[in-house]
């Protein structure tokens, strides 16, 4: 377990917020009235996509659902997202948000690191072998 791993899963508890959460209000039962809704969530790391086509909307329309493009460049998201009752968080990885949104794993922090230094070493072994 790496130094921030550590200082993330000691922020755990049925208390207050753990020190990186952003949910505005806070996430107990005084703003969160149902228990699924009280979860921990950080800032997002938002990275526009520029090799996929535009998002992709939804709206219902005349004839039913309609999917159309918008302008908007699809994004990677990644954020902290804990349940209260979680024993550490997970990370969050998506594309979007809301309507757009259209992909969503959860990771555990360990197969998050994993990954990270997967597509580290991707991206070396792409820039030395250029
Ligand atoms: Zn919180």
Redesign the pocket.
């Known amino acids: 377990m790496t130094e921030a791993t550590v200082a993330v899963a000691t922020t755990t508890s049925q208390g207050?917020?753990?020190p990186w959460?952003?949910?505005p209000g806070?996430?107990?039962a005084r703003t969160a009235p149902h228990p699924d809704d009280?979860?921990?969530?950080s800032w997002t790391v938002v990275v526009p996509l520029s090799l996929e086509p535009p998002a992709h909307d939804m709206r219902v329309g005349p004839v039913g659902l309609e999917v159309y493009l918008t302008s908007d460049p699809q994004e990677l998201c990644a954020r902290l997202d804990?349940h209260?009752g979680d024993a550490e968080p997970a990370v969050r990885v998506f594309t979007g948000e809301g309507a757009a949104a259209c992909y969503s794993a959860s990771v555990t922090l360990a197969e998050a690191e994993d990954l990270a230094r997967g597509i580290l070493a991707l991206i070396e072994e792409a820039r030395r072998t250029r």
């Not at 009280?38 to 969530?41: A, F, G, L």
């Open positions: 207050a917020c753990p959460c952003t949910t806070g996430c107990d009280r979860r921990h969530h804990q209260r």
